[in-house]
C-alpha cells in the first residue's frame, strides 16, 4: 500500500492540520510516561507542539519518507493525531494492526460507515466525542470559514471509558 497515493488522491485534500483547541481534549488522558507518536505531523503541528509539553513526541510525515505503513519508531507507547479522511479505514486497520493504544480525530460521519463497526468489534471502540465543529487549517494557512462535519476521537484502548464528552473553547 502506498500511503501518498492514499494521502493525495485525485480531487482530494488530506493535508489538513488541526487547531490546538482540537487536540487540547485529548491531552489529559495521554499516561503519564507514555512516549507518543504523532505518525501524520511535522514538528510544527499542534499535536506535537503540545503534547511535547508533557511528553515525549515522535513526529513522522510522509513528505518526509516516513510511511505509516512502512515506518515505525523504534520506541512509542501510543499514537494520537489526525489521520488522512480519505481511505481511513486503511490507516485505522494500520493502527489496530500495530496493537498500542491510540486517539485518532475522524469525522463523526464515519459511523454512518460499516468499517468502524468491523474494525473495532473484537477491539472495542472508544469515543471522545467534541461538543462543537473542528475548523481544520488548510496548507496556506487559511481555513474555508464554514464547518460542514463534527469530528471526535476515535480510540482504542486510551480512554477511561468507552464515551467521554468534551466541551472545546473554539475562539
Known amino acids: 500500500m502506498d500511503s501518498r ?3 493525495y488522491s485525485t480531487g ?3 493535508e489538513c492540520y488541526t487547531p490546538a483547541y482540537a487536540v487540547e ?3 489529559e488522558y495521554i499516561p503519564r510516561n507514555y512516549r507518543v507518536w504523532c505518525p501524520f505531523d511535522k514538528p510544527d503541528s499542534e499535536f506535537v507542539k503540545l503534547i ?3 511528553h515525549s513526541v515522535e513526529s513522522s510525515h510522509l513528505d518526509d519518507g516516513q510511511d505509516f505503513f512502512e515506518y515505525e519508531p523504534y520506541h ?3 499514537i494520537i493525531s489526525n489521520p488522512p479522511f480519505t481511505n481511513k479505514r486503511a490507516f485505522f486497520q494500520r493502527a489496530l494492526d500495530l496493537g498500542k493504544p491510540f486517539a485518532l480525530l475522524m469525522a463523526n460521519t464515519w459511523l454512518n460507515d460499516r468499517a ?3 474494525l473495532f468489534e473484537d477491539r ?3 469515543l471522545l466525542l467534541l461538543d462543537r465543529r473542528t475548523e481544520f487549517v488548510q496548507p496556506n494557512s487559511t481555513t474555508s470559514g464554514r464547518i460542514t462535519f463534527s469530528s471526535s476521537y476515535y480510540c482504542c484502548d486510551f480512554l477511561p471509558k468507552d464515551i467521554i464528552i468534551k466541551r472545546i473553547n473554539r475562539q
Do not use: A, V, Y
Request: aromatic share 4%; hydrophobic share 35%; proline share 10%.
Open 5 to 7: 497515493e492514499l494521502m
Open 76 to 78: 512509542w507507547d501510543c
Open 25 to 27: 481534549p485529548i491531552l
Open 12 to 14: 482530494k485534500n488530506d
Open 116 to 118: 468502524p463497526m468491523q
Open 52 to 54: 511535547s509539553q508533557t
Open 124 to 126: 472495542g471502540l472508544q
